[in-house]
């Protein structure tokens, strides 16, 4: 039985043209006896998340929907340029057991038994990596906007009417400041080690308040799905 797979291939702006990643990719994909489900290319900023990029959002739906078994690039940057969203997307192909393949590196996340390779394991510890530096930098910005707003007489504490249970929840504001930045329910569970109650309860708080945006809740819809 032949390996299902897609084709994607993406370019930032309008001057630019993905027909050379394509042609590529399509040529190893005869070359290899692949069965290809379908190309999908688009123009648009890597560093976008996946709601505000429609063709890797018909990619996407093929994993999850058990189409493919793998996604051919011509390029890793092709795929994304955002790490977070990065992380989601690897995870979502793993779970449904759907490697990656970057033509221009010889790059493959899983092999045939649905395992991480050993390119796979090194490139999920650098994502998992960078996610706890920019955890640290996240810390580092609230400590110095906290001292700051200390410092220009601010008060800190409970205020008038803020409900207990959200009040209770230790890492609050953090987990409020990745769901206001637009960063997914799943996201901010993995970045912060924290269960996906705890995140739903600051979700709803928040939403209560009027504090999400419609195109935050939609960049955190796709992973509730």
């Not at 790490?83 to 759907?98: A, P």
């Not at 906290?146 to 410092?151: E, Q």
């Not at 769901?179 to 109650?197: E, P």
């Not at 939403?207 to 945006?213: A, C, M």
């Amino acid at each position: 039985m032949k390996i299902k797979v897609v084709i994607y291939g993406r370019v930032s702006t309008t001057s630019q043209d993905f027909e050379r990643q394509t042609i590529e990719l399509t040529q190893f994909a005869t070359a290899m006896n692949y069965d290809i489900v379908g190309t999908f290319t688009e123009k648009v900023s890597g560093a976008k998340k996946t709601d505000e990029r429609p063709e890797l959002s018909k990619v996407m739906d093929l994993v999850r929907s058990g189409e493919i078994q793998k996604i051919l690039v011509w390029d890793f940057t092709r795929f994304s340029r955002d790490s977070f969203d990065c992380y989601e997307l690897i995870k979502v192909l793993n779970d449904n057991c759907v490697s990656l393949f970057v033509l221009k590196d010889n790059f493959e996340t899983l092999d045939r038994d649905c395992k991480l390779t050993s390119q796979g394991e090194i490139f999920l510890s650098f994502l998992v990596s960078f996610a706890r530096i920019e955890k640290e930098n996240i810390r580092a910005r609230m400590s110095s906007g906290y001292i700051a707003h200390i410092n220009k007489g601010g008060k800190v504490g409970r205020k008038l009417g803020y409900e207990k249970e959200i009040d209770k929840t230790k890492k609050f504001n953090e987990i409020s400041s990745l769901l206001k930045s637009g960063m997914s329910i799943r996201g901010v569970m993995t970045l912060l080690n924290v269960s996906q109650i705890t995140v739903y309860k600051v979700k709803k708080h928040l939403e209560e308040k009027g504090q999400l945006t419609n195109l935050v809740k939609q960049r955190m819809k796709w992973t509730q799905e």
